[in-house]
Every structure is written in C-alpha cells, then in structure tokens.
C-alpha cells in the first residue's frame, strides 16, 4: 500500500468504505438504539457495596489464576500484585485504580462509516449468534455447519433491519481445518457485509491475523488509532484466565482493539446458587481481567461482560430466560455503570431444540432484560437455538425482526404536540373512528412498528396460503432475503490484498 493511499485511510477509513457508503444497495438499516428509558435497576445501595467489598476480598484473599502465561505473571508483579506460581492475589484498589484508564464509551469503525456503532453510555448495539458448531433449517434438519452455511449467516445479518453488527463466529465452519477457518470466517464478514464485526479468539497468533487483515481492509494507521473489531474474551470460571483467551485479549489491547471480558457461568456449576454470590464472582472476574488489559495498554477499549445461565438441578443442562438470569444480568448492569464501563450481556437465548414457544418465551424473557437492565452490546440478539449449540436460520430472521420491538420500546413515549393527538380527538369527537381522521393519515405509516415475519392475516387467507406456522414464515423470510442479496462495494484492490494474505497464511499453516 502506498503512504498517499495510507493518508487517505487515515481521513475517513480508506476510499472503500466511502464508496461503499454512496454505491451500497439501498436497503433500510436502523441506526444502533440510544434509550430514552431509564435502565431497571434492580440492588439497593448497601447490596451493591456488599459485592464491591466481597469481590476485592475474592481478588486479594483468595485470587485468581492466570496459567501458562509468564508474561502475565511479571506485568502483575510489576504492577505491585502478589504472585504466587500461577495464583495472583491483587491487593484492594489496584484492580479498579488500573480499570479506571479504560474508556467509558467507544466507535466501532465499519468499513462503511455509516455503520459505525458507539458502544457505551445509553447505546445498545445488537450483533448475531456466536460459537455454535452445528446449524439448522427447515429444509436441512440439524446438521454440522459448513463454510457456505457462515457466508449465508452473515449475508442475512448484513440485510437485517433490526441488527447493527455483523458478529464474529456466527456458526462454526466444520469443514475448514481449525487453524484456518478464522481466515475465511473474517474474510467473509469484510467482504459479504459492510457493518462492524469481531475478531478471533481461539489463539494468539490468529487474534494477530486478525488485525493483519484489518489493517489491509482499514490502513494500519487508521487501525492503529481506532477501534475496528470488538472480540470477546471469555474467562474460564472460576477464576481462571488461561493462556488461550489471555493470548488474544494482548494482542487485541496492544493494537488499541476492543474486547469483551465475560465470566462464562453457569450458576450452580461455574458460580455459587445465589444471585448475590454469583455477581460477586462475576465482578472480581471481570475487574481481574480488564485490569490486565490496561497493564498491557492503557486506555484499550474494554466491556464489562456477564453471561450467566443456571443449572437445571434434574438434568445437569443449563437454562435460559430465567428469573434468577435476569436478576444477575440487572445486578452486573448497576455494577458496571458503577465502573463507568459498556456492559455486554443477554441475547436471544433459550434451551429450546427448535423455534418454538419454548423458544420464543426465554428469547423474549432475555431480550426484555437486557433492553431494560442498559446492556450496551448484546451478542446472541438473535439466532441462538439449543443451549448455544444450534445457529437456526429460522429463528435468526424470527429474533432479528422482533430486535425491531426492542427499538420501539427503546424510544420511549413521544409528548410533543403531534403526540398528543388532541385535533384528532376533536375531529372525531364522540361516537366516531379514527381511521380517515387527519391525524391518522399524516402518522400512519411510522405509528406502528411493523413485523416482517409475524403473519396477521385473516384465517381463510392464512388457511388458503397452506397454514404456515412461524417457522414456515420464517423460511420463506430466509429464502427471500437470500434470493435479494447483493454484496456491499469492496476496492477490487483490497479484495485483493486480503485474498493474497489469506493464501500466504493457509499455506504456512498446516491442517
């Protein structure tokens, strides 16, 4: 890349993202939500003290370990924590005084500027399903997800109303070695969506790959000196942050890239029972590991994040849209504001096999929760089936247009003068219907938020139509989306670029 295409990167995220931005096909995307709600806040004061003074007492008394990872042991050390073979004990204060460089809010750069999303404060961007290895369809059943199953995912991510970020591993590709899948699974969300997405985790050096390949897509100047992935970092609880994990969150912090540090906890089996125990866990966690990123580099962008499931005590299966969930996910929302941090956490979760009711009532319990405990970044808005295991694409299209609900809600309620309708109560006056009034007609068409998917219908049109169920509706959605896809602009010399790193990398590495 020459300096003078370098320079122009650095003004606006390089000359692909601007023509992106004029020549892309023009379909609606809705901006991330701001709230004009205010958030649910669900402790008092003298619980939440309770679990900022018993989580330091977990840092300093009984610590955490970080394994495998000399380097993190000698910066700790450093820093003035105790280092006991892999146990680092933190002494109260040093991990919140280390924290407190990183950024309360923060851009996310997506190749098209208008797509960028701000993270933190009263925003709420919604990214897709993460991490499973098998996939479904009405047509396919349950099966192991491929490579042309992730591409599809991120093409009906990029076309969704309601969905503001592309994700990361949408599914995971099975039929690419691996050490190379990260490769393609990257490539794909550059090239077939424009909106912000996140890196690999699974390794150091594919975390570096990463930010290689942003740097062709962005200019390394302008990765250098902006955020343009979003990564999550999951801590092994308890309290156990392993080299693997460790090793991504280093390379993403050094080169100024965002993460998402999230316990990933089951209540009952990573955390205790209790609510209040487990948020005390949570915190000492997520304060252990966003002070080490800022022992790596102050000021790199960080999210407090909180996963948490419970236990089925019958099964041994976790759950999903409980109350005991929602009460954590309030909990760790009051705790991170605390910290003045972006909270990530809920999602369209739920146990259910198949889109269901069973599906719909925990998806929406979690959704609901995460709207109104003030997450910032959401990850599994929608697409989660099984425990985390199944991406369906039914239940994408289904959750992704019920996001649309979550914007409305967002929005509050409008008092201004057009609101309050009063010309159109005295133009109908008693006895009368709204239905041909002015006002009606001069607001109708934004009044109401509108499903997609969701069929209204009368009976004899919907009988007449074969009956379909949701998840019929939701594969023809699926279908039409699919059959309308066009992919966004991308520079023919970048494309490039980026098809010749990945060539040199696959052919270094060995299946």
Known sequence: MTEDRATRRKRGGGGAARRAARTATN????????RNIPNYEILDEAALQTIETNAETVLAEIGVDFTDNPAALIRWRTAGAEVDGNRVRIPRGLARKLMS????KFVQHAR???RNVEIGGDNLVLAPVYGPPFVRDLEGGRRYATMDDFEKFVKLGYM???LHHSGGTVCEPTDVPVNKRHLDMLMAHMVYSDKPFMGSVTEGSRAQDSVDMCEILFGKEFVQNNTVMTSLINVNSPMTFDDTMMGALEVYAANNQACIL???IVGGAMAPVSVMGTLTQVLAEVMAGIAYSQLVRPGAPMIFGAF???LDMNSGAPTFGTPEASQILYGAGQLARRLNLPFRSGGGLCGSKLPDAQAAYETAHTLNAALMGGVNFMLHACGWLEGGLVASFEKFVLDADQLGALHKMAAGVNSDENAQ?????EEVGPGGHYLDCAHTHANYKDAFWRTEVLDYRPFETWDEDGAPDSTVLAARRVEKLLSSYVAPPLDPMVHQALTGFIQKRKSELPD
């Open 421 to 425: 309708a009063m010309g159109a109560i």
């Open 160 to 162: 969704s109303k309601w």
């Open 112 to 114: 098209n500027p208008e």
């Open 27 to 34: 379909f609606d995307t809705a901006k991330y939500i701001t």
């Open 101 to 104: 460089t990183a950024p309360s």
């Open 308 to 310: 948490v499931s419970s």
């Open 262 to 264: 999230s316990p990933f």
